[in-house]
Each structure stands twice: as C-alpha cells, then as structure tokens.
C-alpha cells in the first residue's frame, strides 16, 4: 500500500470513529426530535412501519444493556425473550418497511457518510445528516427521497446501537422474494386499506362478520381470519400452523402471535400496526396503564401504533407485525435515565 492510500485509509477510519462517537453522544431526546421532523416527510406507506421500528428497537433499551455491569443477566431481570438485539438482525430487523428494499443502497451511502464524517465540520442537525444521505441514495436508486428516508433513519440507528465496524461488515441483503420486490407503494396502501367482502348479503351481518389480519405483508401465507370484535391474540391462536418452527417463543398450535397469559399482564403478545389501527377498539384502562410497564409505548393516544394483541378488538382488517422478542423492562429504562440525568447534572 502507498504512503497515499495509506493516509485515506486512516482518515476513513478516522472519520468512522468520530462518526460512532457523534452518534452515541446523541441523547434520546435529540434522536426523538430528529424522527419527529422527519417522519412528515416519509412516504405514508413507511410513516407507520417506521415509527413501529424504533418501538421495536428503542434506544433506551439499548442504552441500558450498554450500561450493564452484566448485560446478560440485567436481560434476564428485565424477562427478555427472543431477538432484542440487533447485532444479529442488521439486514433483516427491518424487513416490513417498504423502503427495505433499497437496503444495500442505503446502508452504502450511510457508510460511505461516515466514512467522510468530519466532527470539526459538523454542517447540520441529526435529521439533517439523515436527510442528507437520503437524498444521496434516492439519487443513485432514482426513487422518491419519501420512499428511502425512513429506512435511512433507521440505518443510523442501526450504527447507532451496533457500531460502524459490524454495520460495514453485515451483507447488505433484501430479504424478499421477487414478487413482493415488484408492490408498488400504492398497491401495499390498498391492500392495507381493503376490508373482506361478507358475500351478497353482507350488509345484513352484524357480528358475524369476519376480518383478515396480516402479519407479514411480504408473505402470502401469513395471514389468518377471526370473528367481528374478537381479539387479534384470540384469533391468532385458531391458526394451527406450524408457526413454533418460525418464532421458538410461539406455543405448539397456537398461533403465529406468542401469548402466554391473554390477560395483559406478560405483554408477550405485543404487536405494531402497519395499517388499520383506526379500525381496532381503544385502549383499554388495562392496557394503557401495562405498557409503560413492559417499556413498549407511553401514550395518550387512543389507538395507538403498538398494542398488546390480547386486548386489541377487530373491526375490520388489519395489517399487523409481530416483535422478533418481548420483555417487561420498563422500571430498568427509568431507572437507566434517571442515572444518566444524574449523571449529567453531576
């Protein structure tokens, strides 16, 4: 190697590290704010999925496992089951965004960002770095910058909780067949938006009446039928598919949702909704007052985007998505922030 190439390839290096550091010196607020702007800018058929990542993959989880003493068993405290960390999901975490499919484009302008990052020419705020790679990759994809900005925050996120190191080496695959590739944006908000037809006289039924929830949109088996006003978790379990073989936390023939109590009190049943949420009954006193608990979402709203699948009633169908892992660690994030602002006024 030349003295030359030598030279950039420290400075790569150089400007990777600071670019970790910038990242990790972000407070959850300023990574809350930046969403905020961006999100009006994000193309409506990734505006839900991508505020339903990152409840799915919250940074105040992270940062506790950080600031572990001993990880595991902090994980063991807080009843973490299945996949919470994205260190071995780096490609496939956010695999029902639309903009998924731009990935290996994305994740390389967000490498190739770093990779010039410079912390003395810092030129702008978090969603303004995030913008800007956005606009870099829609460019090289001649796509709408909507379509690939959601998936752009949540390639600085990714950075964010794994490192540059293990984000630069994951593979950078799509992980979708051909056919769902081809889903235009608009052909996935129809979908989202069409009801079942009741038959010829469907006008006439009344509880009866019966309701598709979808819970993977890029795979057309995995969907499941239930009755007018019933629980999605109820529902759930009349699937007898084999579904344990794709998520070990599902029970033997009950369904593709894990559920253990169906009382709201385990929040293993939690669930983000892509489409339809102005179609599922309230939130109830229970469950309002258990998800702050379990560190989901904490929520005036009274249809949320994160609800728990045993107290959510259908009126209508649904797009779903289930959490690759569930956990009741609410107390250990609040505990983790009140040390981290004492820290800070210390």
């Given at each position: ?6 030279n ?17 010196a ?37 940062r ?11 994980a ?46 810092v ?7 995030i ?20 998936i ?41 938006a ?11 039924r009344?509880e ?6 979808t ?21 759930a ?15 033997e ?5 894990p ?50 699948s ?11 998505v ?25």
């Open positions: 190697m030349s003295t030359n190439q030598s950039m390839s420290q400075t790569a290096s150089n400007s990777a590290h600071a670019f970790d550091s910038f990242l990790h972000q407070s959850e607020q300023v990574w809350a704010d930046a969403l905020r702007q961006l999100l009006p800018r994000v193309h409506e058929v990734d505006r839900n999925a991508t505020q339903i990542w990152f409840h799915f993959f919250p940074l105040s989880l992270a506790a496992l950080e600031r572990a003493d001993d990880p595991d068993r902090l063991r405290e807080m009843q973490l089951q299945g996949r919470y960390r994205l260190h071995d999901q780096i490609d496939d975490s956010h695999r029902f965004l639309y903009g998924h499919r731009f990935w290996p484009t994305v994740k390389a302008a967000v490498t190739e960002f770093a990779d010039r990052f410079s912390p003395k020419e030129p702008c705020s978090l969603a303004e770095q913008g800007q790679v956005a606009r870099e990759a829609a460019q090289r994809l001649r796509v709408e910058e909507s379509l690939v900005l959601g752009t925050a949540v390639a600085f996120m990714t950075v964010r909780q794994v490192g540059l190191e293990l984000f630069r080496r994951a593979p950078g695959k799509i992980m979708l067949s051909e056919q769902a590739r081809k889903r235009t944006p608009d052909e996935v908000l129809r979908a989202r069409r009801d079942d037809r009741q038959g010829l006289l469907g006008f006439l009344t009866d009446k019966r309701w598709t929830v819970f993977d949109e890029n795979d057309p088996e995995a969907r499941f039928k239930l009755v007018h006003t019933q629980e999605i978790a109820w529902g379990a009349l699937d007898k598919r084999p579904w344990h073989l794709r998520d070990p936390r599902c029970v023939g009950e369904g593709p949702i559920v253990q109590c169906r009382s709201a009190a385990c929040g293993t049943c939690w669930v983000g909704v892509l489409g339809g949420a102005e179609k599922l009954s309230e939130v109830s006193k229970l469950e309002r007052r258990m998800m702050p608990r379990f560190g989901y979402i904490d929520t005036d709203d009274p249809r949320p985007l994160i609800r728990l045993c107290q959510a009633k259908v009126y209508g169908a649904v797009s779903i289930i959490p690759p892992w569930n956990g009741y660690f609410g107390k250990f994030v609040r505990d983790d922030r009140d040390d981290a602002d004492d820290g800070m006024a210390s």
